[in-house]
């Protein structure tokens, strides 16, 4: 899963477990419609382990800090359990660890979605997933939200009663660590559809490729664009999609080698050797309603084919457009440059129910072909 898909439980009963490096507290948090706890008692975790519906699931031997959600029993009142995680260690951030979250039937121990938030650095605290109740039936989302003030800020949040001194092991009351004067680190930016007109992305900034209700099904052109820096040749940039499977298997790549995949559903408009010239540079046709269902993802990349770097570009971006009407619905326009010979611009992901989302990237790598893109754009997905 990527941050803010969702999948609908295929099973009443299920496992949240969070595994990384290092040894994490887990818990879980039921939410009214307000998104407020009723109660200190909706605070499930190591020294309130039993709650409504949800059980925490202490760490042993061979088996991770766990959530446990028996959706049949929960009140009708609590539409979601926000699972959260943060490490075990005092004052520990999870800079340079990723805990990744594996939602299991209880029952059977089947995996049903991963979910592994990206970028994450000073947050010592983080809301992973969320299961919520949507029209009678239940859901698992990700979500990735870290916070700075660890886990006593996500409880505050959540309507927590936290206790400014440290939890004594006899304590009866629900209690978590003192609250430091940082504020939440801020969440990752909201979720916007086509229906107000032209979307223009930041960095990890995603929009749904969702106009009126209805996702796109029609074709749409991935344009692609640059400009040599001031003083600079012209640069030879090239342009490429990478399809992935489930399972973040490369499945085809379409570039100036190969300008049709997929039974003609991706196709690339061919080579620009300079940069040239106004408007966009290469084009990628992409017809989202023909593409095969065991297509789940795409990676809009630009190498430079003769070893140039991206310092030597200017006014690098990306655009979408409806190949239908030329109306342009996205843009992400690459602010800063790095020393690199490669970039992942953007990135869709089809979600369960059908739609794509579109993601901004701007992440740098060093590539001077699509096959050098194959494992890092992988590991965006």
């Avoid at 012209?234 to 190969?258: E, Q, T």
């Avoid at 300079?274 to 095969?292: A, N, R, W």
Wanted: charged residues 20%; contains cysteine; hydrophobic residues 40%.
């Amino acid at each position: 899963m990527t941050p803010g898909s969702n999948m609908p439980l295929s099973v009443a009963r299920v496992t949240v477990d969070v595994t990384a490096p290092v040894r994490l507290d887990v818990s879980g948090l039921l939410l009214t419609a307000d998104g407020k706890v009723r109660s200190d008692e909706d605070f499930v975790f190591y020294n309130q382990p039993q709650g409504p519906g949800v059980t925490h699931r202490a760490a042993t031997a061979g088996s991770p800090d766990s959530i446990i959600i028996d959706t049949a029993a929960v009140p009708a009142e609590i539409e979601k359990i926000v699972v959260t995680a943060s490490p075990d260690a005092p004052g520990a951030t999870f800079a340079g660890t990723e805990p990744t979250a594996t939602v299991r039937g209880a029952e059977d121990g089947a995996v049903l979605a991963t979910f592994t938030p990206p970028r994450l650095d000073t947050e010592t605290a983080l809301v992973v997933v969320e299961v919520y109740r949507r029209a009678g039936a239940w859901k698992v989302r990700a979500v990735g939200q870290g916070y700075a003030n660890g886990l006593a800020g996500i409880a505050t949040d959540f309507g927590v009663s936290v206790d400014e001194q440290p939890a004594q092991p006899a304590a009866a009351a629900v209690t978590a660590p003192p609250v430091p004067a940082a504020p939440p680190a801020a969440p990752a930016p909201g979720k916007v559809n086509l229906d107000k007109g032209r979307v223009s992305l930041r960095k990890n900034e995603t929009v749904s490729l969702v106009k009126g209700g209805r996702p796109l099904t029609h074709s749409v052109r991935m344009g692609l664009g640059w400009e040599p820096a001031y003083g600079s040749r012209a640069i030879d940039l090239d342009a490429s999609v990478i399809a992935y499977g489930p399972d973040r298997n490369m499945i085809d790549a379409c570039y100036f080698g190969r300008l049709m995949i997929l039974n003609g559903t991706v196709q690339h408009s061919g080579d620009n050797l300079t940069g040239e010239g106004s408007g966009d540079d290469e084009t990628i046709t992409v017809h989202l309603g023909g593409l095969p269902p065991e297509v789940t993802g795409l990676v809009f990349t630009v190498s430079s084919f003769n070893g140039q770097r991206f310092t030597e570009v200017a006014k690098a971006y990306c655009r979408l457009i409806d190949d239908r009407t030329g109306e342009e619905l996205v843009r992400f326009d690459l602010t800063g440059s790095e020393p690199k010979t490669g970039v992942l611009m953007c990135k869709f992901i089809r979600q369960y129910s059908g739609e794509w989302e579109m993601t901004a990237m701007g992440e740098y790598v060093q590539s001077r072909s699509v096959r050098d893109l194959v494992k890092p754009a992988a590991a965006a997905l």
